[in-house]
């Protein structure tokens, strides 16, 4: 069964940094582009990273380009997303999805994983 499990989540001040994992298991999703979104307490899903299968082309949300960035290794089957110069509105659950499309925020994405929470304090 296919899978995807985040990690990296947890509590960092405000300016710090976290990396967040996203391994696959269950098939390979080295063909599929993969994507990180949120979501924080009574707000939408945010769409953060996409990342296309040859890690050649990304795409970010207007609310993190030029602090994130979304990288994989796809011998590993992983994805990262680096944080950077944290804010406390970047609190979220975090999750990690895969589609068969670009990678960008308009893909389908048909695989989630459970998500993993960012809190950054002020």
């Known amino acids: 069964q296919a899978q995807l499990v985040e990690s990296g989540g947890g509590l960092v001040q405000a300016g710090g940094s976290l990396r967040l994992s996203c391994a696959a298991s269950g098939r390979t999703f080295s063909t599929y582009a993969m994507g990180w979104f949120r979501q924080a307490p009574g707000k939408e899903r945010e769409f953060v990273a996409g990342i296309n299968w040859t890690g050649t082309s990304t795409y970010y949300g207007d609310s993190v380009k030029g602090r994130y960035t979304i990288s994989r290794d796809i011998a590993k089957n992983t994805v990262y997303l680096q944080m950077n110069s944290l804010k406390p509105e970047d609190t979220a659950v975090y999750y990690c999805?895969?589609?068969?499309?670009?990678?960008?925020?308009?893909?389908?994405?048909?695989?989630w994983g459970q998500g993993t929470q960012v809190t950054v304090s002020s």
């Open positions: 999805a895969a589609t068969v499309g670009s990678g960008s925020p308009y893909s389908r994405y048909d695989y």
